[in-house]
């Protein structure tokens, strides 16, 4: 009996295309491919509507531009929670069906940023990828420095500030940037991944015009000081209190932004992310190596993380020095190419992260949640609590 | 009921033009296939129908067929609409799909006989007169397998030293092989010709036409037993070529049982330990390529081939013979042999950028280049091994047995994962597998296409992965 396993991707989010690739590629399709599971799509729409058809198990269904108004003749799927995740077909043709385990795909806002493993939390269901709380911190970039600097593990000088404190203190942010940071820098919107919005800036210049562009994606902003003779890494995890690491792979452009990552694949449409804008694995020293291996597993470990996550680190190739960027709790594509080169097929890794989903899944059912008490007995009483 | 229906959609017609196209348009197999299939609806799966003029006009007929069987429904109601004719007109319109399904054959019967086929007669005259004045070497190349390997692997080693031709892909009937003719300049030295062969007498009548003064034969085994019912018979149709050349040279690869058996004496046989005079020795081989070398008296000769696989020795041992004997110098012939590059689709390795090794072996669908292959992959170490197949087609009665001897090979060879597709034939791969206590992984899928689909999520960098044989749709 294959296990049903609902793939949740699009979703308000500057991040729906991304979503709806790394959803195919490589997950729905090496679930497929695995034979052990029947994989259903759970597409949200741009505008927060819920469509479940197995036609969308293929991405050239989302190819055809037409494809919005294909569902619009569709009624949304609905969701009941409780004893597990149930989706249910209204109409006169009712059917319903129970999800085994959910695989989020969803970058970005309302999905990677934990509200749906909320959700998924309350229904009862086994989910792949970071829990609530691991990915609202990595969501932050700001919360994950906060949460990772105490342990020991670098990052590069920031200035942080909300879009309600820009009006009213733009000169004294200014002033703390200037002070505390040196030239170039970049400005990235705290909680968006994709490299979206992200600028760098070579001049005070042109430092408000980017904070203008981050402030218009996002309530929160970053700026961070440039690492100028930079080698920029990234390592992808999987695991639940036993890490398996993948290969240490480092970027050829610049620093990754959206269209290096997703667009420029050359003929390999098929692939997902792009796999040829890197050195896999990195060009760095055993030493180098071992260290972002070392400060990948503590971070990992710091947030909390579980199932998988990549962690994007920056290094000084003149001081080796090494800082922790971000981290990612859905990796574009599940960076499948980056574990092919490592020897765990697509496959494989959708298998071992359903697996690493229904272990965290049965650990948390063991734990006790509720207790009997006396509590409603005596409230309306003259003291409660 | 979805099966049944499928006959009544608008492209139940253009499937029919398909299958006919995709057989070649072999009226027995065409009919074979119609019988046999239930589900019109999924027809075009790996190739779909080019519209050449040929098939234009089959598609015509098919409509006119469908439609005059649709109109004589309406004229029945329309000249006399009593209970009867309403029955008679409705039954008319349940049977017009099957009746098209057949009738079509009737217009293409009748073409084939009194036209094609004296128009085929007149082309081929022509050429044969074309070729009897022509002066150069005719060379011809018979077997149930490894036609076109042999003869591209002659063409390139002949070419180091004389002017050579050979027809183009797969030219192999007399009309293939007349349009060749026709683009001859007279001026070549040596012609290389292969031989199809579908049923009895095929190819003498190729011979016929060609009259080849060398034959090689490249084996004798299961292909095409639907058509020629026994092994016999398909050696018998394969040997007309040395029958034609009577005493002249004729070249028997030994490592087919059953050409080896039918080779008669006079005739040289090659193999990997050489060939007539030639010798082979210190052979191995990788993904890399086949190296050994090749001893002919006192000459040694440094050969270091790209092409996959011992059981590749053979016939380039068999090349280095019949060059030799054509005046070409050792150097000529090593220079010949190191230049042979695999062929399309026949044991053709790539290495893509996730690092996955692909051997296509996809035209290689017959017994003995199955167990070549196999072997092949049994040598290759360190590397995960994937072998892909639907299965071997046309082996008649003996598809049982030859597919629990892949199952048996595959055991020993200890391939990591075998991945069937389902039909008739993959069962017997699976059983075999299981009886020998198979230590690797089967994967099963419904059809080529999803396997193809999964192979990129199943592979990882450094693993090999075989595509044996494809499945045209006439055999899905």
Known sequence: MKKTVGVIFGGRTTEHDVSIITAHIPIIQALEASGQFDPWPIYITKSGLWYCDQAMN????????????????????????????????PGLRSKSLKLDVVFPSMHGTYGEDGTLMGLLRLAGVPYVGCDLESS?????????????????????????????????????????????????????????GSSIAITKVGSPKELENAIEVALHYDDKVIVEQSVEDLIEVTLPIMGNDEL?????????????????????????KSSGANSEYSHLPAQISDKLTARVNELGRAAYRSIGASGTARLDFLIDSKTNQVYLNEINTLPGSLYHHNWQAAGISGVDLVTKLVALAEERFRDTEAKTYTFNSEILKVVGGPKLG | MNAWLSRYRPRYLRSLTYMLQATEYDIGDYVEWYGRTRDFSRVEQRKSLVKTPKALVVLALAWVIELGLLALAVGLVWTDNVPFCRVLALAVVIVAPFATGYLLVVPLLV???????????????????????????KIAVAGSFGKTSMREILRIVLAEGKRVAAPPHSYNTPLGISRFIRGLSGEEEVLIFELGEYYPGDVRKLCQLVNPQVGIITGVNEAHL?????????????????????????????????????????????????????????????????????????????????????????????????????????????????AVTPFEHRMQPRTDSTGVTTLDDSYNGNPDGARAVISF????????????????????????????????ELARAGIERVVLIRDSATPFIAEALEAAHFKGEIMWYDDGPAAFAALPHLTVAGDVVLLQNDWPDQYS
Do not use: C
Request: positive net charge; glycine residues 10%; hydrophobic residues 40%.
């Open chain 1, 136 to 192: 609202a911190i990595a969501m932050d970039k700001v919360l994950t420095k906060q949460v990772t600097e105490p342990l020991g593990i670098p990052s590069v000088p920031y200035v942080w500030f909300t879009a309600s404190d820009w009006p009213t203190q733009r000169a004294d942010i200014l002033a703390r940037i200037t002070k505390r940071l040196q030239y170039p820098l970049f400005v990235k919107p705290v909680h968006l």
């Open chain 2, 377 to 408: 992959l049994g040598e290759i170490q360190d590397h995960r091994r994937f072998y892909v197949t639907p299965g071997l087609v046309e082996m008649g009665k003996r598809s049982a047995q030859v597919h629990r001897e892949i199952g048996r």
């Open chain 1, 244 to 268: 398996t690491l993948a290969l240490v792979e480092q970027p050829v452009a610049k620093f990754f932004d959206f269209e290096e990552k997703y667009l420029k694949g050359g003929g390999k």
């Open chain 2, 226 to 338: 639907g058509k020629f019912k026994s092994l016999d018979r398909t050696a018998a149709t394969i040997f007309e070529l040395a029958d034609w050349i009577g005493g002249g040279p004729i070249y028997v690869n030994g490592e087919s049982d059953l050409a080896r058996k039918s080779a008669r004496p006079g005739h040289l046989i090659y193999d990997r330990d050489g060939a007539g005079d030639w010798q082979v020795k210190n052979a191995s081989t990788g993904l890399e390529g086949t190296k050994f070398t090749l001893t002919h008296g006192k000459e040694h000769l440094s050969i270091s081939s790209h092409l996959l696989g011992l059981h590749q020795i053979g016939p380039l041992a068999a090349a280095a013979a019949v060059a030799s004997s054509l005046g070409l110098t050792d150097r000529q012939i090593e220079a010949g042999l190191n």
């Open chain 2, 111 to 137: 073409v084939r006989f009194l036209i094609q086929q004296p128009l085929e007669w007149l082309i081929t005259r022509k050429s044969r007169k074309i070729l009897m004045q022509h002066p150069g070497l």
């Open chain 1, 58 to 89: 293929k991405l050239e269904f989302f190819k055809n531009p037409d494809y919005p108004a294909v569902l619009a003749k569709q009624k949304p799927v609905q969701l009941s929670l409780g004893d597990g995740l149930t989706l249910s077909w």
